[in-house]
């Protein structure tokens, strides 16, 4: 197990991606070379493509993907390809900062009468928050990044990822909802639990400011298994 030191930082920036294709899931030379111009178009570690380029350091220690690879890369290698950038490194996947896609609704919502165009998109807040969503979906809760940022344009193709993980025998615990609808400076999370045997809603609240506590995510939030919670990222 390595942690994020020097050591670690100067071996990752002397890893070219491109020398490890063969050892790298989900991406080839032409796609490197696009994830490339990428980074040079937004003037971001220029030249070759490093691990240091591709990976980053979560608040909480672990590893994770930038997010301009996390994006370009299809959902079924996002945390394998990590798993290969991590083994490059020597370092432990119990270190892994995994985006768990296959529990995230990233299904765009058009229409309604939200107001789309007015409303903050999940992606725009700090990246803190996004991490906190994806150790949500690390405990089989399905999250809904909120392309509209509005619950209720969201709430039916979250629905049908549910039925389709569970038809396929995937447990699913609960469910967490961003919106940003009624304040962007203070968007709240609605959840709500599938099996309240093994997890009450009320736990499941407990659990959740817990993992913003991990990610020095503000919120506020009485304790009650039916009220939102509020968070206060920096934007």
Request: charged letters at 25%.
């Amino acid at each position: 197990m390595s942690q994020w030191n020097s050591t670690v930082e100067q071996q990752a920036k002397d890893t070219r991606l491109r020398d490890h294709l063969n050892h790298l899931v989900g991406i080839g030379p032409k796609g490197l070379t696009q994830l490339e111009s990428r980074y040079w178009q937004r003037d971001l570690r220029g030249g070759e493509l490093t691990l240091y380029g591709t990976l980053r350091k979560r608040v909480d220690g672990q590893f994770a993907l930038e997010p301009l690879p996390r994006r370009r890369l299809s959902n079924e290698y996002v945390d394998r390809f990590l798993d290969d950038c991590l083994e490059l490194l020597g370092v432990d996947d119990d270190l892994a900062g995994y985006y768990y896609p296959e529990f995230n609704q990233r299904a765009r919502v058009h229409g309604g009468a939200c107001g789309i165009e007015s409303v903050r998109r999940l992606h725009h807040y700090p990246q803190q928050l996004l991490d906190a969503m994806a150790d949500f979906r690390k405990n089989n809760i399905v999250t809904n990044i909120g392309q509209s940022g509005c619950e209720s344009c969201g709430d039916p193709a979250t629905q049908n990822l549910i039925t389709e993980l569970k038809t396929d025998g995937t447990p699913v615990l609960g469910y967490v909802g961003f919106s940003a609808q009624k304040n962007p400076k203070s968007p709240y999370l609605l959840y709500d639990s599938f099996d309240t045997e093994a997890l009450s809603i009320q736990d499941l609240g407990y659990l959740i400011v817990s993992i913003l506590e991990k990610h020095d995510v503000p919120y506020n939030w009485g304790g009650s298994g039916s009220k939102a919670i509020n968070t206060y990222p920096t934007v």
